[in-house]
């Protein structure tokens, strides 16, 4: 029986709710927290009905809490919100969305290290993804740690989630929004890229608490823990994916077991640089060259 809380977010997408069942069916939680928002349009109504269905009947011994929503709330707030909502009598979670399917190491992985790291107010959030696996297979250490937050498949603390800045308040604190991307790699084009991007997020013209989440592990000067291995393998890149579109070269990467062998204990607790500066050059902020072919990409419609 595997006994961390886990918090699951299905939609209207039953085939990839089954999936993730069927891999919490192999590990039999004791404890699930399961939220799904309303429908958008009627034709959402079918498959959200499918969706939960699945959930609704749990074939092992589990405590399960419904958070089933009438109307539509939109992605972000029916997330955080759930978080929010399960951390009322948790200490510690395990957070999965539909298209979030994961490795069965990843769950031992952040019982593990929510055990390890619970006092340690440096550690805010542990990252199912490895985004590049080739970075880290070389390295002696069984994870390593990033300042950049990952949600497909993350586990945290209730401690941790009382920082959370849901309306990025802290964009508004002078000092705050001055240095907080000076810490990040490439000081001067991160502060550019995620001011921007983040005001945008405050200004409702992205719909994203991930986002924000990351914020307020800069704003604490928090880090992720990342696992040697990729552990989850997002599949949500179709039509009906919110946030998630196209052909991103960070999805559907494969998963694989984790190397028990290596050490589990990094070497200290500070940010690992090479993987850092790899999501800013192509992930966010993107280098000169990058840039250059994201956007002959954008005009050719390839992405």
């Not at 977010?9 to 039999?28: G, H, Q, T």
């Not at 393998?233 to 070269?249: A, E, P």
């Amino acid at each position: 029986m595997f006994n961390v809380p886990i918090l699951i977010i299905i939609f209207n997408r039953p085939d990839f709710a089954k999936k993730v069942y069927e891999a919490l069916s192999e590990l039999k939680p004791s404890k699930l927290f399961v939220i799904s928002d309303g429908p958008r349009t009627l034709d959402d109504e079918k498959d959200i009905l499918l969706s939960r269905n699945i959930f609704n009947t749990i074939t092992w011994n589990c405590e399960v809490k419904y958070n089933y929503l009438i109307a539509n709330i939109g992605l972000r707030k029916l997330i955080s919100g759930g978080i929010t909502w399960a951390f009322q009598n948790e200490e510690k979670l395990i957070i999965l969305e539909d298209d979030c399917i994961p490795h069965p190491d990843f769950f031992t992985f952040c019982e593990d290290l929510l055990i390890k790291y619970q006092d340690d107010n440096r550690i805010m959030t542990i990252n199912g993804c490895n985004l590049n696996p080739n970075l880290s297979q070389n390295n002696s250490e069984l994870f390593f740690f990033s300042k950049y937050a990952n949600s497909w498949g993350w586990a945290t603390w209730k401690r941790a989630w009382k920082l959370f800045d849901s309306e990025l308040v802290g964009l508004e604190n002078k000092n705050s929004a001055k240095n907080f991307a000076f810490n990040l790699p490439y000081r001067y084009r991160s502060a550019l890229y995620w001011h921007y991007k983040l005001n945008e997020v405050k200004n409702s013209k992205i719909n994203s608490w991930a986002y924000r989440w990351m914020f307020t592990l800069w704003l604490n000067n928090g880090l992720a823990i990342v696992p040697h291995s990729n552990l989850i393998q997002n599949i949500g890149n179709d039509k009906r994916s919110t946030n998630t579109k196209g052909n991103l070269h960070y999805l559907n990467i494969c998963t694989t077991t984790l190397n028990k062998n290596k050490s589990k204990d990094p070497l200290c607790i500070i940010a690992n640089l090479y993987y850092d500066k790899w999501l800013e050059d192509t992930i966010y902020s993107k280098s000169v060259i990058n840039r250059f072919n994201w956007v002959v990409k954008k005009i050719l419609h390839i992405i």
